[in-house]
């Protein structure tokens, strides 16, 4: 069973795609604080100041601190509050 070809072409600028933003998600910022990487446990891309470093396989890697699961029930609480609060206020 073969795959199905790709639908694309390339257009006379050179771009392959009509509908596709440029650039990346992860835009360079101009503190060093304020950039994200990507937990080496999870994948996900935090902001520097919620991750630490952890001993993996001998080299120190960058994980979300306290743990990935701790971080994201905490993010979701945070986002749940505000958004309680914002439907209060608009009330």
Do not use: I, W
Not at 36 to 44: D, I, N, Q, R, V
Request: net charge positive; charged share 20%.
């Amino acid at each position: 069973m073969a795959r199905a070809d790709a639908k694309t072409a390339v257009l006379a600028d050179g771009l392959r795609y009509k509908s596709k933003v440029s650039g990346s998600p992860f835009a360079a910022t101009t503190s060093f604080g304020a950039a994200t990487m990507s937990c080496f446990m999870c994948g996900k891309h935090r902001a520097r100041s919620l991750m630490g470093t952890r001993k993996v396989l001998g080299k120190s890697q960058a994980v979300c601190s306290p743990s990935c699961k701790a971080l994201d029930e905490t993010l979701e609480n945070a986002a749940a509050a505000a958004a309680a609060a914002a439907a209060s206020n608009n009330t």
